[in-house]
Nanobody, 125 residues
Framework: QVYLVDSGGGSAPAGGSLTLSCAAS????????MGWYRQAPGKARERVAT????????????SVKGRFTVSKVKGTHRDSLFSYLHMNYLKSEDSATYYC??????????????WGQGTVANVSG
């Protein structure tokens, strides 16, 4: 089983930056994809940015391309993995709860099976 802990949310002004962090632990032998989804109040869940484990290819939603950067870093301990989402040039529409995700079933992160608890980002202005 995979465990994910999200952190780093908070408040920022429009045009500002936030960095989200995710710590993964547990059985990480089948991580096909790792990244971030978000959901704003009253809106559908949206895939924001993910990294394919085969070739470390990053995929971004059109709404965040050029502004957000996703990364995946192996931890020093076996079975630890981290992901970061650097969010720059924030817009009010980036306000949402952000979830770190992992896909262990090789569905290309379209249907992740492990989710963090979520961290909230509020962008004002």
């Amino acid at each position: 089983q995979v465990y994910l802990v999200d952190s780093g949310g908070g408040s920022a002004p429009a045009g500002g930056s936030l960095t989200l962090s995710c710590a993964a632990s547990g059985y990480l032998g089948s991580v096909y994809c790792m990244g971030w989804y978000r959901q704003a109040p009253g809106k559908a869940r949206e895939r924001v940015a993910t990294i394919d484990s085969d070739d470390d290819t990053a995929t971004y939603a059109d709404s965040v391309k050029g502004r957000f950067t996703v990364s995946k870093v192996k931890g020093t301990h076996r079975d630890s993995l981290f992901s970061y989402l650097h969010m720059n040039y924030l817009k009010s529409e980036d306000s949402a709860t952000y979830y770190c995700v992992i896909d262990t079933r090789n569905y290309g992160c379209f249907a992740p099976d492990a989710w963090g608890q979520g961290t909230v980002a509020n962008v004002s202005g």
